[in-house]
């Protein structure tokens, strides 16, 4: 009986172009982040944690596409990752309001960052909605798809950009892909700090030194799933500080944090 060989599968043509773009692949879960964001500025705020889902599952949905072509994802280690992660939450919530008292620019002081930040309390925001949630109905459904967005969406596809790819592009830009993670320089650690100061312009003091934390696990542990976890329990306790500092405590300070 003559042997029938089974047909070649075609390889679909995203497949064939990452293959050849890693660099694309590995960027795009973030990129797509980005380009979602800015629809919050185009929704009325009672279709505010539409906004928020549509940023967070459509990233996820691009992170899918690409998943074949990411780096492997590397063990968990759960202890290292929920320490650093508890540590840097709270570094970041009273590194902030320490930068607040020591006469520091607010803002990050370039000219692409102008005006001053003004403290709001979400709360107020909400007070003259129509919607039928009502005020705190709105309120906590706009937190809580924040929240989940921030702790389940916003670390994965920020550890692959900058630990997984830019940690190691700074260092070969062309051939990052054949460099192992977790390699270290002095250029692409400080780069990576000082770039990170862009995404977060009005917590870049504390940013920098966030960065510091997450760029030196990732040296010790070589992971970006450890990484993925440690940022995600960093989102998760900063964000549940704040909304206990702001409403349990009525510290309206915590507000700078939302």
């Not at 992170?63 to 290292?80: D, E, F, N, Y």
């Not at 702790?151 to 592009?169: G, I, K, N």
Request: aromatic share 14%; with cysteine.
């Amino acid at each position: 009986m003559k042997n029938v060989s089974a047909p070649v599968r075609p390889i679909p043509p995203i497949d064939r172009f990452l293959s050849h773009r890693p660099d694309i692949a590995i960027m795009a879960p973030y990129l797509s982040y980005l380009l979602l964001l800015g629809i919050r500025d185009f929704v009325p705020l009672e279709y505010a944690w539409v906004a928020s889902l549509v940023r967070g599952v459509g990233a996820l949905l691009v992170t899918a596409v690409v998943w074949k072509h990411l780096p492997a994802m590397g063990r968990p280690h759960w202890g290292a990752a929920i320490t650093i992660g508890v540590l840097v939450a709270f570094g970041w919530y009273y590194g902030h309001l320490l930068t607040l008292s020591s006469g520091l620019p607010q803002r990050l002081p370039l000219p692409l960052f102008g005006g001053t930040p003004e403290l709001a309390d979400p709360r107020a925001a909400v007070l003259s909605d129509g919607t039928a949630l009502g005020a705190g109905g709105l309120f906590w459904l706009n937190s809580l798809t924040r929240v989940a967005v921030a702790v389940v969406t916003v670390p994965l596809v920020e550890e692959l950009f900058w630990r997984a790819f830019l940690l190691r592009a700074l260092i070969d830009w062309n051939n990052f892909e054949n460099l192992p993670l977790g390699k270290f320089t002095w250029f692409s650690f400080l780069g990576t700090s000082l770039l990170s100061t862009v995404q977060h312009p009005d917590h870049w003091v504390v940013s920098i030194f966030c960065w510091f934390a997450f760029n030196a696990l990732m040296y010790w542990k070589k992971s970006v799933l450890c990484l993925v976890i440690c940022h995600g329990v960093t989102n998760l306790v900063l964000y549940a500080w704040v909304l206990f500092v702001g409403l349990a405590l009525g510290d309206a300070r915590a507000w700078w944090l939302w």
